[in-house]
Structures are given as C-alpha cells and as structure tokens.
C-alpha cells in the first residue's frame, strides 16, 4: 500500500512540476508591456515594446549560448539553448547582464534591459523562437506566441 501511495504521490508531483518545465512564458518583466509587431510572413519574430530599463527574462529556462553585439541589426542580444534544439533570441537590447554558458531561469533570471540598441527607432524587444541553432544552416524561426502567451508577467489584455 505504501508503495502504491508512493508511486501514485510520483506521478501526481510529475503532473504538476513537468508542465511547468514545458511551459514557456512572456519574456519582459512588465504587465505594462504590449505587442508592437506579430509575427508574419516578412517579420520572423515579436516586437514587444516597454519602457527602457525594463528587465529581459528568459521564456523558459535555459543556456546562454550568445550574448554581445553583432552587426545583423539586432545590437546588443542573447540567445538562449533549452534543449532539443530549441532556442530562444532577443534583441534590441539597451545593455546586457548574461554571457555565454550562463544558466538562467524561466522569467527570473535578467538577460539585460529592454533599449533600443540596432536598427531601431523606439524602445522593444524582438524576440524569436528558433528550429536548431540561430541562424546556422537549416536552422528556422517559429512563431514565438505560442511560447510566451502565459506565465507572470503577461499582460491582462493577452489572458
Ligand atoms: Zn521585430
């Protein structure tokens, strides 16, 4: 019998504690925040658009595997590896707090500060969802709301 509760007590911590894995979350720590720009067929990412300053969090936890400035328009950017070929990006950033090989965790840890660093007028976060590796050959970017429509920090006008 005991073991019976053990194992049904097992599998009922699984349910709760795996979904919170799988899920992903809204990446800026705001509700103020809001989407300036969807994802389409010439635009490959989110814009979503909040104060300068405003913290930049990972979608789900994860490994940094870049952070730093690259010259693609993006300015100053991290990009995050949570397994399976799952990668996470965001760009724009005023000013970084990440490095390569950083653990970082879903909507606590800082990646940086929303800015407006690159090829851009106002203050947003471009965010995108990658298939394999950015930008490496026959790598691809999905639509990230499916990932980040949930958790803490998403705005009421979204639930
Ligand atoms: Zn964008």
Redesign the pocket.
Known sequence: MRNVQRSFLAAVAAALILPSIALASWPVATTSSYVS?WFRGS?Y?L?IAAAAGTRVVPMRSGTVVFAGWRNNCGGYQVWVSHGNGLYSAYYHLGSETSYRGKPVYGQKTTLGYVGRSGCVTGNHV?MEVWRGYPWARGSYRVNPWNYVASGSYLPYRYR
């Open positions: 720009q635009h990412g814009d471009h």
